[in-house]
């Protein structure tokens, strides 16, 4: 697909690109300034609950180092930054008539502040999983709809107190709702916990918590974008939306039956929030498998959740082939594979058993999603773990030849999606920014296109990350000012430390790690500053002929 297109092929000035993070998977710094507990504190401390034993307490210390987190994206040169406000830091206690805690709106005020002087827009997520803790243990969380008003409170807030600044941020209302329903009530794999397999959990109930949480998510969802277009849109002039986990789903070969699962298994795994979302109702499929064991919504309630997201924000990693069978609800009993019937592999293996590499998968639901709903998609997360990195020295983990495959390929079908599919995408978004805590995994399965050495705190660039930021450097447009013809662009570049020059560098000290790795390197701050400055010259043209004109016709 990448063969066809030309060297002219770009992305518009405005494409936001950039990397995503999480509060959890990088804060560290869980009871410092007045935050509450979030249900994953405790629960990622529970025995056996993350592969390494590890929990949320340190992470990357990025309540700490969020300044040398924000020079990283500085020298990477993003246009955007994805990262999500902790609904306890805000509301410690989370309820609608529960104090709120000014320690923690200043921090994220503060960061955004930083952001915006530094160019780079502010993408917001206002829910990345972490509950707070008390309102777990009042109502049982999103299985409550007590949750609904207690959510749209915290909404609200964030939306009166960061909004006003914030004037071309997108709004996300939640992080893949399937996630939070199957692999938090259903399977009991992430907080809080809950499933029916008394092995895993003492308390839940697989078949009917997982439905009642996700119809609860999308009225949250739902409810918090009505206060936001009705009071906060039109003075603030953002954009808000939801964003969806799910890959896409191939029928392991053309008989009619797989060809039916892999649209249950896209029925399941998304069109359960999206079509109520965009199409105004469950999907048929998901209404005939669940029976009563499926809410439903009043006829107000759908009118509330029927438009309610202005864009499709889409978390994508990966492909899976699937054939009919099995009794797994949360795949429309459906089975997965990445073998196909000739014995080879989809693509290359992650870390982590459910993905592999399969570009051609990426594109396919690109096209799926933006002819079923219509909607400008945002890419907001997408990314590969490389196998065994976390046992690899430095310096091998910086060469992570499996990720750059990754994104050489994605990104070559963001360009083609876009140019020869016509498929409206605004954003890609990399996962992650940094290594980081990967919930179930602990630290050891590691998505970052920055290796972070955990006994330092030191970020090392991987050759990932080299890769991505020149290919978007390559590939969109620079900003055009009225009259550009004849000023020259100043050119956008990062040149960023090699992978041996770093590894070799002391370990011992804790400073940010970028620059100081590599002394002899020159970084040339990007984009934003020199972007600036060339809009500035490319606009004085302009103002001369506007002058001249005020002057000739006074
Ligand atoms: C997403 N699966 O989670 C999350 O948004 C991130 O917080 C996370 O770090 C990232 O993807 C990588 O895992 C997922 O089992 C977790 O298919 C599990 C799955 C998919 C996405």
Same mark, same amino acid.
């Not at 940010?512 to 043209?541: F, H, L, M, Q, Y």
């Given at each position: 697909?990448?063969?066809?297109?030309?060297?002219?092929?770009?992305?518009?000035?405005?494409?936001?690109?950039?990397?995503?993070?999480?509060?959890?998977?990088?804060?560290?710094?869980?009871?410092?300034?007045?935050?509450?507990?979030?249900?994953?504190?405790?629960?990622?401390?529970?025995?056996?609950?993350?592969?390494?034993?590890?929990? @949320?307490?340190?992470?990357?210390?990025?309540?700490?180092?969020?300044?040398? #987190?924000?020079?990283?994206? *500085?020298?990477?040169?993003?246009?955007? $930054?994805?990262?999500?406000?902790?609904?306890?830091?805000?509301?410690?206690?989370?309820?609608?008539?529960?104090?709120?805690?000014?320690?923690?709106?200043?921090?994220?005020?503060?960061?955004?502040?930083?952001?915006?002087?530094?160019?780079?827009?502010?993408?917001?997520?206002?829910?990345?999983?972490?509950?707070?803790?008390?309102?777990?243990?009042? $109502?049982?969380?999103?299985?409550?709809?007590?949750?609904?008003?207690?959510?749209?409170?915290?909404?609200?807030?964030?939306?009166?107190?960061?909004?006003?600044?914030?004037?071309?941020?997108?709004?996300?209302?939640?992080?893949?709702?399937?996630?939070?329903?199957?692999?938090?009530?259903?399977?009991?794999?992430?907080?809080?916990?809950?499933?029916?397999?008394?092995?895993?959990?003492?308390?839940?109930?697989?078949?009917?918590?997982?439905?009642?949480?996700?119809?609860?998510?999308?009225?949250?969802?739902? $409810?918090?974008?009505?206060?936001?277009?009705?009071?906060?849109?039109?003075?603030? @002039?953002?954009?808000?939306?939801?964003?969806?986990?799910?890959?896409?789903?191939?029928?392991?070969?053309?008989?009619?039956?797989?060809?039916?699962?892999?649209?249950?298994?896209?029925?399941?795994?998304?069109?359960?929030?999206? #079509?109520?979302?965009?199409?105004?109702?469950?999907?048929?499929?998901?209404?005939?498998?669940?029976?009563?064991?499926?809410?439903?919504?009043?006829?107000?309630?759908?009118?509330?959740?029927?438009?309610?997201?202005?864009?499709?924000?889409?978390? *994508?990693?990966?492909?899976?082939?699937?054939?009919?069978?099995?009794?797994?609800?949360?795949?429309?009993?459906?089975?997965?594979?990445?073998?196909?019937? #000739?014995?080879?592999?989809?693509?290359?293996?992650?870390?982590?058993?459910?993905?592999?590499?399969?570009?051609?998968?990426?594109?396919?639901?690109?096209?799926?999603?933006?002819?079923?709903?219509?909607?400008?998609?945002?890419?907001?997360?997408?990314?590969?773990?490389?196998?065994?990195?976390?046992?690899?020295?430095?310096?091998?983990?910086?060469?992570?030849?499996?990720?750059?495959?990754?994104?050489?390929?994605? *990104?070559?079908?963001?360009?083609?999606?876009?140019?020869?599919?016509?498929?409206?995408?605004?954003?890609?978004?990399?996962?992650?920014?940094?290594?980081?805590?990967?919930?179930?995994?602990?630290?050891?399965?590691?998505?970052?296109?920055?290796?972070?050495?955990?006994?330092?705190?030191?970020?090392?660039?991987? #050759?990932?990350?080299?890769? $991505?930021?020149?290919?978007?450097?390559?590939?969109?447009?620079?900003?055009?000012?009225?009259?550009?013809?004849?000023?020259?662009?100043?050119?956008?570049?990062?040149?960023?430390?090699?992978?041996?020059?770093?590894?070799?560098?002391?370990?011992?000290?804790?400073?940010?790690?970028?620059?100081?790795?590599?002394?002899?390197?020159?970084?040339?701050?990007?984009?934003? @500053?020199?972007?600036?400055?060339?809009?500035?010259?490319?606009?004085?043209?302009?103002?001369?002929?506007?002058?001249?004109?005020?002057?000739?016709?006074?």
């Amino acid at each position: 697909m990448a063969s066809h297109q030309s060297l002219t092929d770009k992305l518009p000035s405005d494409f936001l690109w950039g990397f995503a993070t999480a509060s959890f998977q990088i804060e560290g710094s869980t009871d410092v300034d007045g935050r509450g507990k979030s249900i994953w504190d405790d629960f990622s401390k529970l025995p056996g609950k993350t592969l390494d034993g590890r929990d @949320g307490d340190v992470a990357t210390d990025s309540y700490n180092r969020w300044k040398e #987190d924000l020079d990283l994206l *500085t020298q990477y040169g993003v246009k955007s $930054y994805r990262f999500s406000i902790a609904w306890s830091r805000i509301i410690p206690l989370g309820g609608r008539n529960d104090p709120v805690n000014e320690a923690g709106i200043q921090f994220y005020s503060n960061l955004i502040d930083a952001l915006l002087e530094r160019g780079i827009v502010p993408f917001v997520t206002l829910y990345h999983w972490d509950l707070p803790q008390a309102l777990y243990e009042r $109502y049982g969380g999103w299985l409550s709809r007590e949750i609904i008003d207690d959510y749209v409170n915290y909404a609200k807030i964030c939306f009166e107190r960061f909004g006003d600044r914030v004037k071309y941020w997108c709004v996300l209302t939640h992080n893949e709702p399937w996630c939070i329903s199957i692999l938090g009530h259903g399977r009991g794999v992430f907080a809080p916990g809950r499933s029916s397999d008394r092995t895993r959990s003492p308390e839940g109930d697989s078949s009917t918590e997982p439905w009642i949480v996700g119809h609860n998510l999308i009225l949250a969802h739902a $409810y918090a974008c009505k206060l936001y277009r009705e009071e906060f849109k039109a003075k603030q @002039g953002g954009t808000i939306g939801i964003t969806l986990n799910g890959d896409m789903a191939l029928p392991y070969d053309d008989s009619p039956e797989n060809i039916t699962a892999a649209q249950h298994a896209l029925d399941v795994a998304i069109g359960w929030f999206a #079509d109520p979302i965009y199409l105004g109702d469950y999907p048929a499929f998901l209404k005939e498998m669940l029976g009563d064991r499926l809410p439903r919504f009043t006829p107000e309630e759908l009118a509330v959740v029927t438009g309610s997201s202005e864009f499709y924000g889409m978390n *994508t990693y990966t492909t899976n082939l699937c054939k009919a069978g099995g009794d797994d609800e949360f795949q429309g009993k459906v089975e997965y594979t990445f073998t196909r019937p #000739d014995g080879t592999q989809l693509g290359t293996q992650a870390h982590c058993a459910w993905l592999q590499d399969y570009p051609e998968g990426f594109r396919q639901l690109l096209n799926y999603l933006y002819k079923r709903y219509s909607k400008p998609i945002y890419v907001t997360e997408n990314g590969f773990a490389v196998k065994d990195e976390h046992n690899m020295p430095v310096e091998q983990a910086l060469a992570d030849h499996d990720r750059v495959q990754y994104f050489k390929g994605n *990104t070559a079908v963001i360009l083609a999606a876009v140019k020869e599919d016509g498929v409206d995408i605004r954003s890609y978004f990399a996962w992650s920014l940094l290594d980081n805590f990967e919930w179930a995994d602990g630290y050891i399965t590691r998505f970052g296109l920055t290796y972070v050495d955990y006994e330092t705190q030191k970020r090392y660039p991987k #050759d990932s990350a080299k890769f $991505y930021v020149q290919w978007f450097k390559e590939h969109t447009e620079v900003e055009e000012a009225p009259q550009p013809a004849e000023v020259p662009q100043q050119p956008q570049s990062v040149d960023l430390p090699s992978a041996d020059g770093e590894a070799k560098q002391d370990s011992s000290s804790s400073s940010p790690t970028v620059e100081a790795a590599e002394p002899t390197t020159t970084v040339k701050r990007v984009a934003n @500053g020199d972007a600036a400055a060339s809009k500035v010259c490319a606009c004085i043209p302009t103002i001369l002929t506007v002058l001249t004109h005020l002057y000739r016709h006074p």
